[in-house]
């Protein structure tokens, strides 16, 4: 993807996260979250991971989890942003996770946590780290999916529809499950497996919410982003819908959050092949204890 349509402003994410990292153990909830889920997947695989690559490491939550499982060896945390990796214990290196700077057939598992929806080139951030694994190596991310923060972007649209006359993006667009199993094929992946998770959390306000998001250091990096302030009164009634629509009680508010596992392996002639047309030895009609029916023919009662 050329940088004239780039999507997200990579340098302004970086400079957000820079200011982030400091304080980010404090809003750290979704990261350690992901991290949880993708250490249980891997602990329920039997096999040993020598060299692991942590693509987008943030600062250190996943890679100090992968430490505490037997089956993995040496992990080595790479994110575009300096002031989070070195968060990180070594083996480290500063890197954009659309360029990845490793050898074909170098790593035995490729894990990333909530990173990868954030690079213009998903495609090619994927095909890359496809070659770096070796044969029937694995890969393991997550990534914020369609639905994260869907109340705070109708809130913002309906504002600024009715204030402004038009809306602007506010909340940036992300691909849903079935997009992200797509995109896993088409990298070359053998047996991809995308699931999802969605996690309601509550806020003392919308506010409070936006807040956090920005103490994320992921507030709105899109080129397309309006580029003068919100106006108070636009952003007074976003916060009056928001409450308005999406309650949580007590006062507070709801926010989604939807985290998108992807499972994917590098193919290698070991892994199990769908069998050819035809091949089959039970007739599935005798498996399912039915009549079976050439195409066209009723479908009535059986005759006896």
Not at 46 to 69: C, K, Q, S, T
Not at 95 to 115: N, Q, T
Not at 229 to 252: C, H, S
Request: contains cysteine; glycine residues 6%.
């Amino acid at each position: 993807m050329s940088p004239d349509n780039d999507l997200f402003d990579r340098k302004l994410l970086n400079q957000r996260r820079s200011r982030a990292a400091a304080a980010i153990d404090d809003h750290d909830f979704l990261l350690k979250r992901a991290a949880e889920d993708i250490v249980a997947r891997l602990d329920a695989v039997l096999r040993e991971f020598p060299v692991v690559l942590n693509i987008g490491a943030h600062h250190g939550v996943l890679g100090d989890a992968l430490r505490e499982l037997p089956s993995i060896g040496r992990v080595i945390a790479t994110d575009s942003c300096l002031a989070m990796v070195t968060r990180n214990d070594p083996p480290r290196l500063v890197c954009d996770e659309e360029r990845l700077p490793f050898a074909p057939y170098c790593a035995d598992l490729i894990v990333s946590g909530l990173a990868l929806h954030l690079v213009n080139d998903l495609p090619g951030a994927l095909i890359q780290m496809r070659r770096i694994l070796k044969p029937d190596g694995l890969f393991v991310a997550a990534l914020l999916g369609g639905e994260t923060l869907v109340e705070l972007r109708q809130a913002f649209m309906e504002a600024e529809a009715e204030l402004e006359g038009g809306a602007s993006p506010r909340v940036a667009p992300s691909a849903d499950v079935r997009d992200y199993g797509s995109l896993l094929q088409r990298a070359g992946f053998a047996m991809p497996v995308s699931d999802s998770d969605l996690i309601q959390a509550s806020y003392a306000s919308p506010l409070a919410l936006m807040r956090e998001i920005r103490a994320m250091g992921t507030a709105n990096v899109l080129h397309a982003r309006a580029r003068k302030p919100l106006r108070r009164k636009t952003l007074d009634r976003a916060v009056e819908i928001y409450r308005e629509r999406f309650p949580a009680g007590n006062g507070r508010v709801t926010a989604s959050f939807e985290i998108i596992y992807l499972t994917g392996w590098a193919p290698d002639p070991s892994q199990p092949k769908p069998l050819r047309p035809g091949s089959a030895k039970t007739r599935l009609a005798d498996a399912l204890g039915v009549e079976e029916r050439s195409a066209g023919e009723p479908t009535g009662p059986a005759k006896k």
